[in-house]
């Protein structure tokens, strides 16, 4: 009997030998707005190995707009998006908090997340045999620039005011709370984001990063493993400074730009952690040949893959070229076992 999805993600966390990389394509809606046609013949002919479950909150958190339409959209938090492209994200520019004396109060912390329906979400989980994330994914160090704006949150990172250290806690303890209620479903994995490199840095001192930041991603990892969970994390950027505590504190599998940092300069944590993707997005798939492309994943293989540790990656998303990103698909499948 051959191996399902959910098993093959298994072996490849555990660097025990799956029959091939797990496959896991990122779309943006964007591109499935002008490439219908190619995403179904990817997932005719590569379908993914991951779902994620949602939907099973008995309590809607607030939102005002459509994320990815042109205009204006208020999250769950009470933040406003500016945005002049569809199918993308746009940006927050009037963050709520101007002065943290007096705009505390405008927060939202969305505790309707926390109205889960277990039943309903185990019910999605035994009725696939994919890889199952939680629907929950923190993000402190975003959610804080979009809350305080970039710039001025940087500042309050070195010389913080009085009322931000009391809400870094809150904000993290109902992360944790979080994290604890969908780790009691049978979900097979929880994950995070947040994207921490520029194109050649991390954007805070490592030190400052560590004293701050590390110690609510091992809460995460803690809250995971306690509850045989797996924890999953995306960081976009140059991210190589933190990847010794990221294995440190057990992240199981990272999404990072490989092609940023240098695929061989990872390979120092091969079988120490699975490389969650990714190809080059911003080069590769988006001005490269399909020759390139398949040279680049035969390049993150030689140097990532340990038995295992490896999965199949990429984002479908506005520059992307079609050919591209099949062969990213049609490469891993030759590469393995």
Known sequence: MSATSREIVQQ?????GPPRAPRDLWVLPIAAEQHPAALAELARDFPTD??????????????????HAVGRF???????????????????????????????????????????D????????????????????PRPFEQLQFIRGSEDLYLDLLDPPAELPGFMREMHAFYCEL???????????????DDWGSQRALL???????????????????IAHAHGKRLFMHSDGHIAAIYPDLVEIGIDAVNSQLFCMGVSTLAPYAGRITFWGEIDRQHLLSHGTPDEVARAVCDVHHHLWRNGGCIGQCEFGAA????????????????VP
Not at 50 to 67: D, K, L, Q
């Open 12 to 16: 490849t966390l555990a660097f025990a």
């Open 50 to 67: 991951f779902t994620a479950v949602s939907g099973h909150e008995r309590m809607t958190a607030p939102t005002v707009g459509n994320p």
């Open 74 to 116: 208020t999250d769950e938090w009470g933040c406003t998006f500016e945005n002049i492209q569809r199918g993308v994200i746009g940006e927050v520019k009037d963050p709520l908090v101007r002065e943290w004396a007096t705009d505390r109060g405008r927060i939202h912390v969305p505790r309707e997340w926390l109205t889960l």
């Open 118 to 137: 277990r039943d309903a979400v185990n019910r999605d989980c035994a009725a696939t045999d994919r890889y199952t994330f939680a629907a929950a994914c």
């Open 179 to 193: 994290l604890e209620a969908w780790a009691r479903t049978d979900v097979d994995a929880l994950r995070f984001m």
């Open 204 to 222: 805070i001192a490592p030190a400052l990063w560590r004293a701050l930041f590390k110690p609510m991603y091992r809460d995460y990892a803690q």
């Open 320 to 335: 992307a070229r079609p050919e591209n990103v099949r062969q990213v698909y049609a490469t891993w499948n030759s590469l």
